[in-house]
């Protein structure tokens, strides 16, 4: 695939202190690379049908580093949850791993950035393992990364 200079970003899991900080970080670091930024909604959720997402540049995200939760909404449930147990993994669906694939590309992305806790972070091994260039950012509000 060819991508252009844009990544995307998304929380998933539970909230915890911080994940408005890391959004504004990852824009501020892209950008000064020439990249465009954009935050899908609702976590893993906004990747896929109906896709949801912003863009996200300086101006936007300028204000949002004392504000709690994330400014991008994230959730546990849906097509998404990966919860079986501790060690244990679900496998996500093929379809739904083309779907994601289907929003890199019309998308233009050449990477996503996922910032979520263990189970969240699965999903994006999945991503990798599919063959999409991922990247996760831990975080945790049970201290159990």
Do not use: W
């Amino acid at each position: 695939m060819a991508y252009a200079k844009r990544i995307g970003v998304l929380t998933s899991g539970g909230d915890c202190p911080g994940l408005n900080a890391v959004i504004r970080g990852v824009v501020k670091s892209a950008n000064c690379h020439g990249y465009d930024v954009v935050g899908f909604l609702k976590g893993y959720e906004g990747l896929v049908d109906p896709v949801c997402y912003v863009p996200l540049n300086q101006k936007n995200t300028s204000g949002i580093l004392n504000q709690g939760g994330t400014i991008l909404g994230s959730t546990n449930k849906g097509r998404f949850n990966a919860t079986v147990g501790e060690s244990q993994r679900a496998e996500l669906d093929r379809d739904l791993l083309v779907g994601v694939e289907t929003t890199f590309e019309q998308l233009n992305l050449s990477g996503l950035i996922c910032i979520g806790g263990d189970g969240s972070l699965r999903i994006a091994q999945q991503f990798h393992e599919f063959g999409l260039p991922v990247v996760g950012v831990p975080k945790t509000i049970d201290n159990d990364l």
